[in-house]
């Protein structure tokens, strides 16, 4: 990452801080510890069953449902401008693609998001984010490239830690970009500002995340390879909601225990 781009990641980051009102709870006490710029992402959202979904979600987290459907999101996507606070992105390190699979749940009052797995590239972000959020990361080989208004994105497991998982897809937006409409499915799905992880001994942390409002674009995708449900057990209900959006800065704070 050139060191300008760098630097309009960090401020870009920092200038989130200034835009809250659309949270459902105030910012977190205490100092953001790392930020992130997340670019081009696919959003493929399916319902499933809850009672199947059940097993594979902690019994300390309510499953959040919307019109009685629990839901499974697959996010493809770049990032770049990983820093910690107080300090430059470093180059070669601080860009790269990720996919996560998660779902919705609630602790407390608060709903979040429960990560089924994430991949990433990089073998140092990937044993961080296990040590530090007790997030489930797996090394992949990944590569994301664009063609014009196409963006095309591949993940492809190498980490003997969890199932072998695939994804392929060649996607691109087909309308405008417009606010997620508060109470919306849309806004259900996107506006979450929580992440869940337990700990070794069983206990729920929680990590807070900020960024400004989604704003997403109607899509279309071309799926080759997808065998991100393949170890769930858990089938679609219905028809895949697919949304992409431009660019989004994150700011996050470290998990701590989970209150409520």
Do not use: K
């Given at each position: ?10 401020r870009?980051?920092?200038r ?5 009102a659309?949270?459902?709870?105030p910012?977190?006490d205490g100092?953001?510890?790392?930020g ?17 979904l ?16 629990a ?49 990433a ?13 007790r997030?489930?990361?797996f ?5 994301i490239?664009?063609?014009g208004?196409?963006?095309?994105f ?13 994804f ?16 919306s ?7 979450r ?13 929680s990590?807070?995340?900020?960024h400004?409002p ?12 997808d ?17 992409v ?7 996050f704070?470290?998990?701590?225990r989970?209150?409520?």
């Open positions: 990452m050139r060191a300008p781009d760098a630097l309009r990641a960090a870009a980051q920092r989130t801080l200034g835009d809250t659309h949270r459902p709870w910012l977190p100092p953001w510890v790392m992130q710029s997340w670019l081009d992402l696919l959003f493929r959202h399916v319902p499933v069953d809850p009672d199947a059940r097993p594979y979600v902690p019994a300390s987290l309510a499953l959040d449902l919307f019109d009685g459907a839901w499974i999101s697959v996010a493809a996507f770049e990032i770049r401008g990983t820093r910690l606070r107080g300090l430059p992105p470093v180059p070669r390190l601080s860009r790269f693609p990720e996919l996560n699979v998660r779902t919705y749940v609630t602790h407390g009052d608060r709903p979040g998001i429960w990560f089924f797995s994430l991949d590239p990089g073998a140092l972000a990937v044993a961080t984010a296990r040590r530090v959020y997030l489930p990361y090394r992949a080989a990944m590569a490239e664009h063609d208004p196409w963006v095309a591949r993940s492809d497991r190498v980490d003997r830690r969890g199932p072998r998982v695939r392929a897809a060649r996607y691109r937006a087909t309308g405008p970009p417009r606010p997620a409409a508060p109470g499915l849309d806004a259900w799905l996107v506006e500002y929580r992440l869940y992880a337990v700990d070794p001994r069983g206990r729920v942390l990590g807070d995340i900020h400004g989604w704003s997403l674009r109607a899509a279309e995708a071309e799926i080759a390879a065998t991100t449900l393949a170890g769930l057990g858990v089938v679609p209900a219905g028809d895949p909601v697919l949304h959006t431009g660019r989004q800065d994150v700011v704070w470290p998990p701590r989970a209150g409520g």
